[in-house]
Nanobody, 124 residues
C-alpha cells in the first residue's frame, strides 16, 4: 500500500489550499481515509476522516467549517480542501488509511497506512 500526499505549499493567512492523497495497492473504496497534521514539538493531530463510500465525515473542532474532506473512489484519491487558513495551521500534513477504522476514528493508532507528509506553511 502506498499513499502519496501532495498539494502543500506556502500561503498567506486567509488563503486556501487543496491537498490530495493518491492511494495504490489497496481496494480504496473499502478504506476509511483520514487527514492528520503535526507541528514541530507537538503530537500528531486528527483533522478529518471519511468512510469508504464518502457518506460519512468527521472533523476536529479546530478545523470544522474551514476544512472539507472528500474522496473520489474512481481516482483512488482523497482530498482536503483548506479555506480561511491561519498561521496556526502551519504543519506537516499526512493522509492515512485503514480498512477497519470508522469516520469517528480520531487516534493515529487507528490507521495502518500513512503517506509521507506534505508541508503547509501559512504566513501571517
Amino acid at each position: 500500500v502506498q499513499l502519496q500526499a501532495s498539494g502543500g505549499g506556502l500561503v498567506q493567512a486567509g488563503g486556501s489550499l487543496r491537498l490530495s492523497c493518491a492511494a495504490s495497492g489497496l481496494t480504496f473504496r473499502l478504506y476509511t481515509m483520514g487527514w492528520f497534521r503535526q507541528a514541530p514539538g507537538k503530537d500528531r493531530e486528527f483533522l478529518a476522516a471519511i468512510n469508504g463510500s464518502g457518506a460519512r465525515t468527521n472533523y476536529a473542532d479546530s478545523v470544522k467549517g474551514r476544512f472539507t474532506i472528500s474522496r473520489d473512489n474512481a481516482q483512488n484519491t482523497v482530498y482536503l480542501q483548506m479555506d480561511s487558513l491561519k498561521s496556526e495551521d502551519t504543519a506537516l500534513y499526512y493522509c492515512a488509511a485503514d480498512r477497519y477504522a470508522s469516520s469517528r476514528s480520531f487516534s493515529p493508532n487507528s490507521y495502518t497506512y500513512w503517506g509521507q507528509g506534505t508541508q503547509v506553511t501559512v504566513s501571517s
